[in-house]
Structure formats: structure tokens, C-alpha cells
């Protein structure tokens, strides 16, 4: 059974840094397509990063090019999002998120991923 755990939200003040991580487990991670994604109240959810099998291509919303940075560890089976320069409309919940088809082109469309976390809160006071 796939499980996506994620962990590291929180608050902090414009400017800050969080660096959120989704641990993975129940299925072959390396093989598979993982992103981020974020949801306002009353939002749809939106893509914010996405990721390779092996960690060579990255793809990012155009809101957040330059600040965050996706990355994963296949050995631990971890994803992982370093969010810099936050400002209060990153304000939101975050989810992690995997493909569990082969993944063969990289997108952002949330629709081609299959399993997601419960999400983390983050929290950008101003």
C-alpha cells in the first residue's frame, strides 16, 4: 500500500526559509514521477514542483521559480522541497504526491499523479 507522509510546515516571516519532506513507502519510489503541490481554502490544488524518477529534470510553477528547490533521495525514499524567500501567499497546505504509472514525460498536471500525502501546513506571516 503506498503511503505518503509528509513533515515540515510550519510558521514562519516573510522571508524565511522551511524545508519540507515526504517519506515514502509501499512502492518502488525511483521508478516513479513524485511533485508537490499546495491548496488555499476554497482552491483548486496547484502544482508547485515536480521531479524525475532519478532527480535529473525539475520542473516548477512559475510562482515559486528561484525559490524552491525539489529534490529526492531514492536510497531513503524521501522527497523533499526547500522553500526560500517565502512570502505570505505561500501561505497554504502542501501535499506531496507520486505517479505510480511509468513515468515517462515530467508534468505538473496534477491529474497524472496517482497516491498524495495528507499534507503540511505553512504558514508565512508578514
Known amino acids: 500500500q503506498v503511503q505518503l507522509v509528509e513533515s515540515g510546515g510550519g510558521s514562519v516571516q516573510t522571508g524565511g526559509a522551511l524545508r519540507l519532506s515526504c517519506a515514502a513507502s509501499g512502492y518502488t519510489m525511483s521508478r516513479n514521477c513524485m511533485g508537490w503541490f499546495r491548496q488555499g481554502p476554497g482552491k483548486e490544488r496547484e502544482a508547485v514542483a515536480a521531479i524525475s524518477p532519478g532527480g535529473a529534470s525539475t520542473k516548477y510553477a512559475d510562482s515559486v521559480k528561484g525559490r524552491f528547490t525539489i529534490s529526492r533521495d531514492n536510497v531513503k525514499n524521501m522527497l523533499y522541497l526547500q522553500m526560500n524567500s517565502l512570502k505570505p501567499e505561500d501561505t497554504v497546505m502542501y501535499y506531496c504526491?507520486?505517479?505510480?504509472?511509468?513515468?515517462?514525460?515530467?508534468?505538473?498536471?496534477?491529474?497524472?499523479?496517482?497516491?498524495w500525502g495528507q499534507g503540511t501546513q505553512v504558514t508565512v506571516s508578514s
Open positions: 504526491a507520486t505517479t505510480l504509472n511509468r513515468c515517462l514525460v515530467l508534468v505538473l498536471d496534477k491529474s497524472q499523479y496517482n497516491s
